[in-house]
């Protein structure tokens, strides 16, 4: 039995995969709220005392900078270690992903059902490609061609200092700057950054859920935005989804992502609709000097929420191939 697991800072997914015919097949799989466990250790101990297989293999990703195996969790007070795990496990070892190379990974073992297309593009199977994705906090990975393979190839990108493009970008930076210090792309391009840009565009517009200080209003201004039930939270997505777009373009343009950029993660599947509207591909493309080779990238939108889990079941999958 292979396990894997996608330890977030909100949610953990972790499955019990099995090869069937060269493909894996998953035979157990549920969600665990982070926040609820205060060691990773506990929460697969508590999955694995439902499964009678024992476990030959198992791979984790998590969010945050993989360094000799370990991971210090951006989003909990985490320290995960391979070592323990391994031990935990009784399985000789089990690498660490971070969680975007563990999306690139699983995009190798996605269907083609599980991706929607936004733009076509001119795809070059054998470049590079890149994947992004939005959620309690922001995920970079380039994923490089090596001349045979693509390799997903980690980055923290999402902690590095957000640049405005417009005027009103550069208001919004001085309000956050006098707020916060130092403004990283996250502090806007996650959940979070919803209501960061709301409150900046109209203070004197508040919802229910903005009262509770345990409440996170990123949902109440999303679901408002699809409806058009408030004017505010429908500018708040559009800019949002702009400024989304063109930190997309800035990753293609840093990994020359021939091959096509990916849009993962839960904030792009809770606002498809208004992704598909058109302002996050035409900042994808807003930048003057490569515009036409921008333009030329295929977009994808990651449908299938799972794929950082399948991507951390197929690291797991391909080590016990390897060891054969």
Not at 271 to 282: D, T, Y
Request: hydrophobic share 45%.
């Amino acid at each position: 039995m292979i396990l894997a697991g996608d330890l977030g800072g909100t949610k953990s997914n972790l499955g019990a995969f099995e090869m069937e015919r060269g493909k894996l097949r998953c035979i157990a799989k549920k969600r665990f709220a982070s926040q609820d466990f205060s060691r990773a250790e506990d929460i697969i101990e508590s999955f694995t005392r439902e499964l009678s297989a024992k476990t030959t293999a198992a791979c984790f990703d998590v969010a945050g900078p993989v360094v000799d195996n370990s991971i210090r969790a951006t989003n909990l007070p985490w320290v995960v270690e391979g070592a323990s795990l391994a031990r935990l496990l009784g399985v000789a070892r089990v690498p660490l992903l971070n969680d975007l190379e563990a999306t690139g990974y699983g995009l190798q073992v996605l269907e083609p059902a599980d991706l929607e297309t936004l733009r076509p593009g001119v795809a070059d199977p054998r470049a590079n490609q890149a994947v992004i994705a939005a959620g309690t906090g922001l995920g970079e990975a380039m994923i490089l061609w090596d001349g045979a393979r693509h390799i997903p190839m980690a980055s923290e990108g999402g902690h590095a200092g957000w640049a405005p493009h417009t005027e009103f970008e550069i208001e919004l930076m001085r309000h956050l700057y006098k707020k916060y210090g130092a403004v990283e792309c996250e502090t806007l391009l996650s959940g979070r950054g919803f209501y960061e840009i709301h409150e900046f565009l109209d203070p004197t517009v508040r919802h229910q859920g903005f009262h509770d200080p345990n409440a996170d209003p990123a949902p109440e201004i999303t679901r408002r935005a699809l409806d058009g039930s408030c004017g505010t939270c429908v500018r708040a997505v559009d800019v949002w989804l702009g400024m989304y777009g063109s930190e997309a373009g800035n990753l293609a343009l840093r990994a020359v992502a021939r091959g096509g950029m990916y849009i993962a993660g839960g904030i792009a599947l809770k606002i498809l609709p208004k992704l598909k509207e058109g302002r996050f591909v035409v900042a994808f493309s807003e930048h003057p000097k490569l515009q036409s080779f921008l333009a030329k990238i295929p977009l994808f939108v990651v449908l299938n929420e799972d794929a950082p889990l399948l991507g951390a079941a197929h690291v797991a999958s391909l080590a016990t191939h390897a060891s054969r």
